[in-house]
């Protein structure tokens, strides 16, 4: 049974900074990964989307990257800036028409 | 292009009730799917459905049932309501393919007392 966990939970960082965050999944055979943001109170958006065979997935400021071997992907925020403040999560897809959520990691950036 | 589209956005039911949710996706997209999200449980499938037809579902009790039409429109139902069942319900559409990304729409916040 897929299990995807989000490190850290919450982060808090000053404005410019660049900055990580972490996903972790327990079974590496999956099809794909996205990455969301959460905006309070609104759905999903979707940011990027790696397939399985992809190391690396970039969107302007965003790099999301995937190691399917050690069960992680990251993303990569550069300059960050208050904008970016809302809860990211990401989703494995494993050809089961569902996705399995992780917990989110809520992003604070302090002007 | 239009997003995906959830109605209503808020609801206030009480226990016992049922109710109905709706969600339209993007024009051309077949695949629609339903999750709960709750602060205790996160994000939690619910069921997936294309072409008419449920190719998957979540751990949830009878009590939630889902169908789609054939314009890929599709409705949730949540009968008995339970305090429990307190959530943001989301929508998601996708082209078909493992390369299509999920499009949310911005949810249904049901509350029940």
């Not at chain 2, 039911?13 to 799917?33: A, D």
Request: hydrophobic share 30%.
């Amino acid at each position: 049974k897929q299990e995807v966990t989000q490190i850290p939970a919450a982060l808090s960082v000053p404005e410019g900074e660049n900055l990580v965050l972490n996903c972790s999944f327990t079974d590496s055979a999956i099809y794909n990964l996205q990455w969301f943001r959460q905006d309070p109170g609104k759905g999903l958006t979707s940011l990027l989307l790696i397939q399985s065979s992809q190391r690396e997935q970039t969107s302007g400021r965003l790099n999301a990257s995937l190691d399917k071997s050690s069960g992680r992907s990251t993303l990569y925020i550069a300059a960050s800036q208050p904008g970016d403040s809302a809860t990211y999560l990401c989703a494995t897809y494993s050809g089961t028409y569902k996705y399995i959520f992780g917990t989110g990691t809520r992003l604070k950036v302090l002007a | 292009k239009a997003g995906v589209t959830q109605t209503p956005r808020y609801l206030i039911k009480t226990r016992g009730q049922q109710v109905t949710l709706s969600c339209s996706p993007i024009s051309g997209h077949r695949s629609v799917s339903w999750y709960q999200q709750t602060p205790g449980q996160g994000l939690q499938f619910l069921f997936e459905y294309f072409s008419e037809t449920q190719r998957n579902k979540g751990n949830f009790p009878g009590r939630f049932s889902g169908r789609q039409f054939s314009n890929s429109r599709s409705e949730m139902n949540v009968s008995t309501l339970e305090l429990g069942d307190s959530a943001l319900y989301l929508c998601a559409s996708s082209r078909p393919g493992q390369d299509s990304p999920l499009h949310f729409g911005n949810g249904t916040r049901l509350t029940v007392t």
